[in-house]
């Protein structure tokens, strides 16, 4: 009976992991055609939010309607599952190859940034809204 329940238990976490990858995979593929160039830094005073979209990749908001994908060097050990991130700086620019996503409250998991991409998040709103409004219609 025991084993019945650990197997059980290891389906359902792997089932549970594959629709939290997926999840990530449809948002990354939402985000997709809004990123821009890479681009070296990017001004940071807060984290206002955050979004992992897959292995390696994290979307931060430094201001609510200013996003950036962040793509770190693996591995990175829990980014896809962590409850909290945090996002290093230097005199409130985050910089490529230089800085880092810090995962979870330990912040000695650090994962270095080796690309940062901006995200027309106004445009990714404006697009979303469009879309609702054409649904309803």
Known sequence: MKTLLTIFALLLATSASAQSREKQEMALKEYLPYVGEPVNRFQFWDLKRWEVVGEY???VWPRLN???LLTVDPPCSDLEWTQ?????????VVSK??????????TKRKC????????????YLADRKQAKDAEKS
């Open 97 to 106: 190859n230089f800085d880092s996503v810090m995962v979870g409250i330990d």
């Open 84 to 92: 909290s991130i945090g996002v290093s700086s230097n005199a409130h």
């Open 112 to 123: 270095r940034i080796n690309e940062i991409q901006p995200i027309d998040y106004k445009k």
């Open 57 to 59: 990749k994290v979307v």
């Open 66 to 68: 200013e996003a950036y």
